[in-house]
T-cell receptor, first 112, second 111 residues
């Protein structure tokens, strides 16, 4: 079934650890996005990609990095997690030529 | 700077009452606007987009360029409409379509 997946759904981790949030989509979409959302706040775009080997920073500065080696996969990495990284991270994808974005279920990250 | 404003964090209405969720935007170009919805324990999903001029689940939204608004309306609220609603603006168009979101409004429909 065509969908967009995020793992893990919840992650509690200590300060200084390296973490990777996974995002995969089986919808054949070229464009993918990462948003960060703090409780009660708006979603902020932190990274996006037009396709393989394309990555761009979003409007909100983030210490995270992303890669796009395969069309369907868009992982986000934090080299050294800090409490300020505690947030919800949402992945989305969109087909070329369309404005609508399709969202994954999100990952809730808590850094202690 | 491009911005989307949703002035109400919470809107509580009774079942059968009319609903209007407010959204104002600032954008220098020709905007494309969306309403996304998140029901309890579900993911964020598109409700409607202004370019489609459609009614989804009884909701409509009209783009008013003079007032720079895109309010979401429904004449008779249902309990199942209770959810978080986000207004979003697409900038760049075409290739980029980066979305700028408002802070969201929680709609609570009381029985």
């Amino acid at each position: 079934e065509a969908d967009i997946y995020q793992t893990p759904r919840y992650l509690v981790i200590g300060t200084g650890k390296k973490i990777t949030l996974e995002c995969s989509q089986t919808m054949g979409h070229d464009k993918m996005y990462w948003y960060q959302q703090d409780p009660g706040m708006e979603l902020h775009l932190i990274h996006y990609s037009y396709g393989v080997n394309s990555t761009e920073k979003g409007d909100l500065s983030s210490e995270s990095t992303v890669s796009r080696i395969r069309t369907e996969h868009f992982p986000l990495t934090l080299e050294s997690a800090r409490p300020s990284h505690t947030s919800q991270y949402l992945c989305a994808s969109s087909p070329w030529g369309q404005e609508t974005q399709y969202f994954g279920p999100g990952t809730r990250l808590l850094v202690l | 700077a491009q911005r989307v404003t949703q002035p109400e964090k919470l809107l509580s209405v009774f079942k059968g009452a009319p609903v209007e969720l407010k959204c104002n935007y600032s954008y220098s170009g020709s905007p494309e606007l969306f309403w996304y919805v998140q029901y309890s324990r579900q993911r964020l999903q598109l409700l409607l987009r202004h370019i489609s001029r459609e009614s989804i689940k009884g909701f409509t939204a009209d783009l008013n360029k003079g007032e720079t608004s895109f309010h979401l309306k429904k004449p008779f609220a249902q309990e199942e409409d209770s959810a978080m609603y986000y207004c979003a603006l697409s900038e760049g168009g075409g290739a980029t379509n980066k979305l700028i979101f408002g802070t969201g409004t929680l709609l609570a429909v009381q029985p």
